[in-house]
């Protein structure tokens, strides 16, 4: 609370207290009076509006502009975008083996049927972004590695294999993420591999594990596109 001294006597007066006198102080003419409390109101309104952009001034760093980002793929883009698209075509035909064998029963196949749909959405997703640069085909080199684990004869096997397909599609999304530099491919990878991440939990419960290490981290290494 502001307080003024009044003459040379210590104590104090509030001067948010409607008893203070306006009159001018002792020696000065009323018009005197009243000029400085004007420039003293006037002062205090000076400060008030310079207080915002001076806070903002403080809070700048010197170099905030930020960097902006192609939202298109780039060339590099379409490259990486790619291998994403031939792994959910490779899921889409591993998960076509696991349904048409007869290690999947009935009150799981929904559940399978329900991921492989997921993956052919995703690779529908990345066709429409990628355009003519699509590849179309699934990657050789997933499908010979796991055609044969999918192909099992027991849930179990077949729901192992599974889960780990999808652990490794969501490690290769997450680096490509990493990687793209346009803004529209980095948010529709980014939004597969959270999905795929929660098919893999999935998968791994009905593999019969319950130890929240399996049922949550992924410790699966990233795919890496075929040479030639």
């Known amino acids: 609370m502001l307080r003024a001294a009044i003459g ?3 104590s104090f007066v509030d001067m948010d207290s409607p008893a203070v006198s306006t009159a001018a102080p ?20 000076l400060v008030g509006s310079l207080l915002p952009s001076l806070a903002s001034r403080a809070g700048a760093s010197p170099d905030t502009t930020p960097v902006s980002s192609p939202q298109r793929p780039t060339d590099a883009d379409v490259v990486l975008l790619g291998l994403a ?3 959910e075509l490779a899921a889409v035909s591993l998960y076509d083996t696991a349904l048409s064998g007869s290690a999947v029963t009935d009150d799981v196949r929904p559940t399978f049927e329900y991921i492989r ?9 990345l066709s429409a972004l990628l355009g003519k640069g699509a ?6 080199s997933l499908l010979d590695e796991a055609q044969e684990a999918f192909a099992g004869s ?19 999304h997450t680096e490509l993420v990493g990687a793209l530099q346009g803004t529209d491919g980095a948010e529709l990878v980014a939004s597969i591999l ?3 991440s929660r098919h893999a939990a999935v998968l791994t419960a009905i593999a019969g594990e319950t130890a929240l290490d399996a049922l949550l ?3 699966a290494s990233p795919l890496a596109a075929e040479k030639g």
């Open 8 to 10: 040379k006597d210590t």
């Open 26 to 45: 002792s020696g000065d003419t009323p018009n005197v009076g009243l000029r400085r409390r004007l420039i003293g109101a006037g002062l205090v309104g």
């Open 85 to 87: 698209q031939r792994i």
């Open 117 to 125: 749909q997921s993956h052919l959405a995703y690779s529908q997703a």
């Open 135 to 140: 590849p179309g085909l699934a990657l050789d």
């Open 154 to 172: 027991s849930l179990a096997d077949v729901a192992t294999a599974a889960a780990a397909l999808e652990n490794a599609a969501a490690a290769t």
């Open 194 to 196: 959270i999905i795929e």
């Open 217 to 219: 981290l992924n410790e």
